[in-house]
C-alpha cells in the first residue's frame, strides 16, 4: 500500500470513527459563559482605568504639579477624604503609629470583609450614609457579575501598608479577595482619614471602588459638607 | 455553504442583533469542529471542550475576526495541540491515554493515529480526513509547506509500522 493509498484508508478510518458525534448543543450555557466572560472583561478594563487615575492622581500629587487654585476649588467641592497636598508633613508619623495602624486595618476590615453588621461597616466609612443607596446598587449588581451570597460573605480584606501623609489622612494599600472569585483586587491604593478621632476608609476610596460597578459617576453624590 | 452573514457590532447598538450570525456559525460548524478535535485529540469529551472554548473565543473576538471559520479552525487546532500537550506533562501516555477506552477496538487505523506525535497527527487527519492543501495546513501549524509534507510521509511510515505490527 503506498502513502497515497494509506492516507485515503486513514481518511475513511477517521470518518467511519467520528461519523458518530452529535456533539450536544449548549449554546445557551456557551452564551452565559461569553456574557460571563464580557462581564469579566469590562471589570478588569474598569479596574485598570481606575488603577490609571488612582495612579496618575497619586503621581501628581506626590509630584505636586496641580494648579493651587484649581486644586483648592477641587478639595472644597470634595470633601472625601482624599490627601491634599497642601497639607502634606513629609515623614509624619502619628504619636502612637502602631494604634493608628491598627486602627486603619480595622476599618478596612470592617469596610469591605464579608459577615460584618452593617453599622459596623457603616462606622469604618467616612459619611457612610452619603453612599448608602449606592452601596445597597452595587451589592444588586454583585449578583448580576456572578458573585453569590456565601462567597461575598466570605470577602477578606488584607491591608498590606500604610503611609501617613499628615495627621488626619494615610495612604492604604489593600488587596480584597472573594472566595471562588480569588484576589479581585490587588495592591490596591486607597485612603484613610482621621474622622473625630477615629480612622475611618475615606470616602473617596470607596466611590472608587463604587466606580468599578460603574457608580463612580454619583460618588460622591454631592458636595460633602460633613465628615464621619 | 454559504459563509453565514457576519454582522459587525460596530455598527448595532443592541449585542443581540449579531447573535443570530454567530448562532448560525455555531450550529453549522460545531458538529464538523467536535469531529475534527475528536481526530486530532482521540478523546470525544477533550473534543467537545476544546470546540466549547474555541467557540467562546470566537465570540470574544467576533468584531475583529474576518474569516470566522478560518478563525474556529485555528483555535480548534491550537486548543488540541495544547490538550496534547497537557496530556504529555501529566504522564499518561498522551499516544494513548487521550483515547476514549470505549472505542480502542473499533478502528485500527484511527487508534493507530493516536500513537503519533501531535504534529504528525494533526498534519494527516487536516490532509486525508479534512482535505486541506498542503498551504493551509501550513498556515494552522505555522510551519513551510516543505514541513507539512514531512510531517505527512513520516506520519505515514510511522502509521504502517503501528498496523504492520
Not at chain 1, 449548549?26 to 482605568?49: D, G, K, N, Y
Not at chain 1, 481606575?50 to 504639579?65: D, I, K, P, Q
Not at chain 2, 472505542?103 to 487527519?125: G, N
Request: proline share 4%; with cysteine; aromatic share 6%.
Amino acid at each position: 500500500m503506498n502513502d497515497d493509498e494509506l492516507g485515503r484508508h486513514l481518511g475513511h478510518s477517521i470518518e467511519r470513527r467520528v461519523r458518530s458525534v452529535t456533539p450536544r448543543v449548549h449554546l445557551e450555557e456557551l452564551l452565559v459563559r461569553t456574557q460571563r466572560r464580557l462581564s469579566r472583561q469590562r471589570r478588569i478594563l474598569v479596574a485598570a482605568a481606575v488603577a490609571v487615575l488612582l495612579l496618575g492622581g497619586l503621581a501628581g500629587y506626590l509630584v505636586g504639579h496641580a494648579d493651587d487654585d484649581h486644586r483648592a476649588a477641587v478639595n472644597a467641592a470634595l470633601d472625601d477624604g482624599a490627601p491634599r497636598a497642601a497639607s502634606a508633613a513629609p515623614g509624619f508619623e502619628p504619636a502612637n503609629v502602631e494604634a493608628a495602624n491598627a486602627e486603619i486595618e480595622q476599618a478596612f476590615h470592617s469596610a469591605f470583609d464579608g459577615g460584618v453588621d452593617p453599622r459596623q461597616r457603616a462606622d469604618a466609612i467616612q459619611n457612610a450614609a452619603s453612599i448608602e443607596s449606592l452601596t445597597q446598587s452595587a451589592t444588586q449588581n454583585a449578583a448580576r457579575f456572578g458573585y453569590t451570597a456565601e462567597q461575598l460573605a466570605g470577602t477578606t480584606t488584607s491591608v498590606l501598608a500604610t503611609r501617613f501623609i499628615d495627621s488626619t489622612h494615610a495612604i492604604v494599600q489593600f488587596s480584597i479577595t472573594i472566595p471562588g472569585h480569588g484576589e479581585i483586587l490587588r495592591d490596591r491604593v486607597g485612603y484613610a482619614v482621621l474622622v473625630d478621632g477615629r480612622w475611618k476608609v475615606a470616602l473617596r476610596t470607596e466611590c472608587d471602588l463604587l466606580s468599578l460597578d460603574g457608580l463612580g459617576a454619583q460618588c460622591p453624590p454631592a458636595p460633602a459638607t460633613a465628615s464621619g | 455553504m454559504a459563509e453565514p452573514a457576519k454582522h459587525d457590532p460596530s455598527t448595532s447598538t443592541n449585542e443581540a442583533e449579531f447573535l443570530p450570525s454567530f448562532v448560525d456559525l455555531y450550529h453549522e460548524l460545531l458538529t464538523p469542529m467536535v469531529r475534527l478535535a475528536w481526530a486530532l485529540t482521540g478523546s470525544e469529551v477533550i473534543a467537545e471542550d476544546v470546540v466549547h472554548d474555541a467557540f467562546i473565543r470566537v465570540h470574544a473576538h467576533w468584531s475583529r475576526i474576518e474569516s470566522p471559520r478560518a478563525y474556529l479552525r485555528q483555535t480548534v487546532v491550537n486548543a488540541c495541540r495544547s490538550a496534547s500537550r497537557r496530556a504529555r506533562r501529566e504522564r499518561t501516555l498522551a499516544n494513548v491515554a487521550l483515547i476514549d477506552a470505549a472505542h480502542l477496538d473499533a478502528d485500527e487505523l484511527f487508534d493507530a493515529l493516536a500513537t503519533l506525535p501531535y504534529r504528525q497527527r494533526a498534519a494527516l487527519v487536516l490532509q486525508f480526513y479534512e482535505g486541506l492543501p498542503q498551504s493551509e495546513i501550513a498556515q494552522l501549524l505555522r510551519c513551510r509547506e516543505g514541513t507539512v509534507a514531512s510531517l505527512v510521509h513520516r506520519g505515514l511510515a510511522q502509521l504502517r509500522r503501528v498496523i504492520e505490527r
